[in-house]
Nanobody
Framework: QVQVAESGGGLRQAGGSLRLDCRAS????????VGWFRQAPGKDREFVAG????????QYADSAKGRFTISRGDSLDTVYLQMDRLKPDDTAVYYC????????????????WGQGTQVTVSS
């Protein structure tokens, strides 16, 4: 079983920054591919960014390109999502998910999920 936990959500004004942290750990020291997703009220869950276990592949949704950065910490089971130039449209519950294998933007390919953290951006 892999445990996934997010932290770092909060309230920011438009134009501000926020960093979300995700820790994905199991009973071994295995490193997992991690994806960040978000779901706004009344909308479907959507992919935001993903990173491979090797850190060689990083993927971004068009809405995140140029503003968000996904990275892996020195502790390889931790992944960060740095969000800059935030917009009110970024308001959502942000979820971290982990999987064995390659990074992917498809939510159904991730078996392990965190509980989510709320990000609210005011105008």
């Amino acid at each position: 079983q892999v445990q996934v936990a997010e932290s770092g959500g909060g309230l920011r004004q438009a134009g501000g920054s926020l960093r979300l942290d995700c820790r994905a750990s199991g009973y071994t020291s295995r490193v997992y591919a991690v994806g960040w997703f978000r779901q706004a009220p009344g909308k479907d869950r959507e992919f935001v960014a993903g990173i491979s276990a090797s850190d060689r592949v990083r993927q971004y949704a068009d809405s995140a390109k140029g503003r968000f950065t996904i990275s892996r910490g020195d502790s390889l089971d931790t992944v960060y999502l740095q969000m800059d130039r935030l917009k009110p449209d970024d308001t959502a519950v942000y979820y971290c998910a982990a999987r064995d294998g390659r990074a992917t933007s498809s939510a159904e390919n991730y078996p392990w999920w965190g509980q989510g953290t709320q990000v609210t951006v005011s105008s």
